[in-house]
């Protein structure tokens, strides 16, 4: 019997948090902790996965499946090959993972890749890197109807660093630079995603909608910031907030992008590119908590020369950036009760029939 193993990496938004779903531009790097998917394949037409760090189990037959949750990724992924699939498919499969849930580091986005790339292998399908994270995009958020983008698939399949355009045709590029001194804090809370998502992206659209009733040259794309804000102090809607806040990070993504092309090595800017944006977040899309706050402040004092919050926000970790720190500002996110740990720059999905 042929066994499968698959892997895909989480990952950090270095920049860009909230505009890969309004089509801007994101830059990721893919971190190592990841899900690991081994597959022994099987004539049996039944498919079981032991979901070992949730202590679950699930078995179905060789047929397609109902979707009953935003939350039914396997289903949702082994729909889109179920047809692909020999009548008599079967397989026993393990799913284990070193990624924390609910923290802003890409979970489900890399649940999602990993199942994606698993059925698409056995099914013969051979997708490249470009088209799979596009499937496991299709697989957690179009057939589960939720409201992200799709930077977290593609950071999952690519690894390392990318700059990548969230708009058709999803252009990116693999940026080369090696980053280090990476922690993850962890204000051990978890985050709400799809809610906090679903109603941010409703108000980001009411912003555009007052904008563009007052300006018909209004877009996301190259609007000046500075116009938006200069409507804000006339009108202190909760959309102009939100859509300062979006064209305030597309400006400090494309400020990193240049950076980390032509000086990857200048870790002072950096860094203060990493507080902007964290400013932005906290200031405009008040997704901060007091208490994730409270951790930064300490990390900074410990000698984090940059901070910033991870995924959607009110919960789940930050990223600190602490070149020749990382013990110091470990030991005082955990003396203040929350977690850290430190990541490594990682590669991106990888497949071995064994």
């Known amino acids: 019997m042929k066994e499968l193993h698959v ?15 309004m089509g801007l531009e994101v830059i990721t790097l893919a971190i190592d902790k990841r899900i690991e998917l081994t597959g022994t394949i099987t004539e049996k037409n039944i498919i079981h996965f032991k979901l070992a760090d949730l202590d679950k189990e699930i078995e179905f037959a060789n047929r397609k499946q109902p979707i009953k949750s935003k939350t ?7 729909n889109m090959y179920q047809e692909r699939l020999p009548k008599s498919f ?9 990624l924390s849930m609910g923290k802003g ?48 698939h593609y950071a ?33 809370k978890q985050k709400e995603t799809i809610q906090t998502l679903m109603v941010r992206k409703k108000e980001i659209n009411e912003g555009i909608k007052w904008m563009k009733e007052k300006d018909l040259s209004f877009n996301l794309l190259d609007y000046p910031t500075r ?19 979006i064209l305030g990070i597309r400006d400090v993504v494309r400020s990193g992008y240049d950076l980390l092309k032509n000086d990857g090595g200048n870790k002072d800017r950096f860094a203060d590119l990493l507080n902007q944006h964290h400013h932005i977040q906290q200031e405009y899309l008040e997704n901060v908590t007091p208490r994730m706050q409270e951790l930064i402040l300490h990390a900074r004092d410990a000698g984090a020369l940059g901070c910033k919050l991870m995924g959607s926000g009110n919960g789940g970790s930050f990223l600190a950036y602490a070149p020749n720190s990382e013990k110091e500002v470990i030991e005082i996110i955990t003396k203040h009760g929350g977690g850290a740990y430190m990541v490594q720059q990682d590669c991106g999905l990888e497949s071995l029939y064994k």
């Open 7 to 21: 892997s895909t990496p989480g990952r950090i938004c270095l920049f860009g948090e909230d505009v890969d779903y």
């Open 72 to 78: 039914d990724y396997i289903f949702s992924a082994f």
């Open 90 to 98: 079967g397989a026993e499969i393990e799913v284990k993972s070193s």
């Open 105 to 152: 580091l890409s979970s489900s986005s890399a649940f999602c890749a990993v199942l994606v790339a698993f059925f698409d292998k056995v099914a013969g399908v051979n997708s490249s890197d470009k088209e799979l994270a596009n499937r496991a995009y299709f697989a957690e958020v179009i057939n589960l109807n939720q409201a992200g983008g799709m930077m977290d």
């Open 156 to 188: 999952s399949v690519l690894g390392n660093v990318i700059y990548l355009e969230c708009r058709d045709p999803y252009n990116f590029e693999r940026l080369n630079v090696k980053l280090d001194g990476l922690i993850i804090g962890d204000t051990l």
């Open 227 to 245: 116009m938006v804000e200069e409507e804000f102090q006339e009108n202190e809607s909760i959309g102009l907030r939100r859509l300062i806040g």
